[in-house]
């Protein structure tokens, strides 16, 4: 695709370069509309990754403030990356996207309610402890939500009605040695920092206590790093950078003291898919920064999902037969994001479970980090439509590798809907997750 921004802004900023170079590489051939969930609700050429691509170029070629209209179709974008797993051209939709949206947030002025609740989303979410009482604040206003339509009913909604878990020990700054074996001490496979995110810990603090006893039993040594913490992307899918890059960097330091100490680390395991595809962009983000880029590379070459390092490790024989039907929902940010297809499914497989596939699995939950708060239209379509495929394969068990995933679907599916690492902790020797007991299921 042919653009004519002016050399002025590509000299004045080399991430415009980077998007006349990625913007040039889309040949207007259309694949990715067969993929695009947005396209597939609104039947709108702007609301595909085409049409965005378009609304994109002509920013940059204009320069200045945005127009309204392509704010609220780049708003639109749920990021899933669909389109770019598919793109036959390989266009690196994810960098232009991220960049689109630092200049729309650079250079467009908000409409006031719109500013309030984005700084007040990237403000909570990162902090797990102000995150907890804007959810009790939230259980206050739920009975009245019928009042309130747009975000402000949708960030009811999602406000938990059941006791949210005590903080877990387990989140705390600390070092987890592997299970002894005969009652002695064994010397680790591996030492790995665990990411122990934001939300996570206050939504479900059983996946962190499940990833550290699925690791300590298969002789890895884990590690929650001080001053660790929210991957930043909550903030970077606002496009609102000066927010982020505070929390890159403290991770990428927390991390590196662990790497560099005299232990070392051969792996950052991450369990949530979406943070996953955040920090495995770390040295992308931090390239043009001289005094972060090495660092940043380093962090990204580490990253891992769990999923990816049980394979890497190799999967303990299940202790208990298990036999259950377990329909597997692929996040966005796993499949696309990471292209991260078969580990989950082939580790529950050999874990002992039956595994299915969601039909249109490709298609996104409308979840993606705060799109289901900030457009809760597209996101309750999305979502109504994946709970409809979910409960077609009459399976008796859900499982993702992502919180968000599973905050926007666990409500309304009708089934158990646990964390893949929940499934191969109880396969290997764990306790049976929280969501299944009491549930009369029975082994094929």
Not at 140 to 147: E, H
Not at 418 to 423: G, M
Request: include cysteine.
């Amino acid at each position: 695709m042919l653009s004519h921004i002016p050399q002025a802004a590509l000299d004045a900023d080399p991430n415009v370069q980077l998007a006349k170079d990625i913007i040039g590489n889309c040949v207007h051939c259309g694949v990715c509309l067969s993929r695009c969930p947005t396209y597939a609700v609104k039947h709108e050429e702007n609301d595909s990754p085409r049409g965005r691509i378009f609304l994109m170029k002509d920013m940059y070629e204009k320069g200045g403030v945005p127009d309204a209209r392509t704010v609220e179709h780049l708003d639109r974008c749920l990021t899933c990356l669909a389109c770019e797993a598919i793109c036959p051209s390989g266009v690196e939709y994810s960098k232009l996207i991220a960049h689109g949206r630092e200049y729309v947030e650079e250079h467009y002025k908000r409409p006031l309610f719109q500013r309030a609740v984005r700084e007040l989303l990237v403000r909570l979410i990162p902090n797990a402890r102000l995150f907890r009482l804007a959810i009790f604040g939230g259980r206050l206003g739920r009975p009245f939500r019928s009042l309130f339509s747009g975000t402000l009913r949708a960030m009811l909604d999602m406000v938990p009605t059941t006791p949210l878990p005590a903080p877990s020990p387990v989140d705390r700054p600390q070092t987890f040695l592997p299970a002894p074996e005969g009652g002695k001490a064994v010397k680790p496979r591996k030492r790995v920092a665990l990411l122990n995110g934001c939300v996570q810990t206050v939504l479900d603090t059983a996946i962190n206590e499940a990833t550290i006893r699925l690791l300590q039993r298969h002789g890895v040594e884990v590690v929650v790093a001080a001053g660790s913490g929210c991957c930043g992307a909550p903030a970077e899918h606002m496009g609102d950078e000066a927010q982020a890059l505070p929390l890159v960097k403290a991770n990428i330091d927390a991390w590196l003291r662990e790497a560099d100490g005299p232990d070392g680390l051969d792996a950052i395991v991450i369990n949530t898919s979406g943070c996953g595809t955040s920090i495995k962009a770390y040295g992308h983000a931090l390239r043009l920064d001289p005094a972060w880029a090495d660092k940043a590379a380093r962090v990204s070459a580490m990253a891992r999902d769990i999923t990816e390092f049980m394979v890497e490790i190799g999967l303990q024989k299940p202790t208990i037969p298990t036999g259950l039907r377990v329909v597997y929902h692929s996040a966005c940010s796993m499949q696309h994001g990471q292209r991260i297809v078969n580990q989950p499914k082939d580790l529950l497989r050999a874990a002992g479970f039956s595994v299915l596939d969601v039909p249109e699995g490709y298609l996104c939950c409308g979840s993606a980090g705060t799109y289901n708060l900030l457009q809760p239209d597209i996101a309750n379509e999305l979502k109504e439509r994946k709970l409809k495929n979910i409960r077609s394969v009459q399976a008796q068990i859900a499982a993702s590798g992502n919180i968000g995933c599973m905050t926007q679907l666990a409500g309304e599916v009708g089934l158990p809907f646990v964390h893949t690492v929940e499934l191969l902790d109880w396969a290997t020797g764990g306790p049976e997750p929280a969501a299944i007991q009491g549930q009369k299921l029975a082994a094929e």
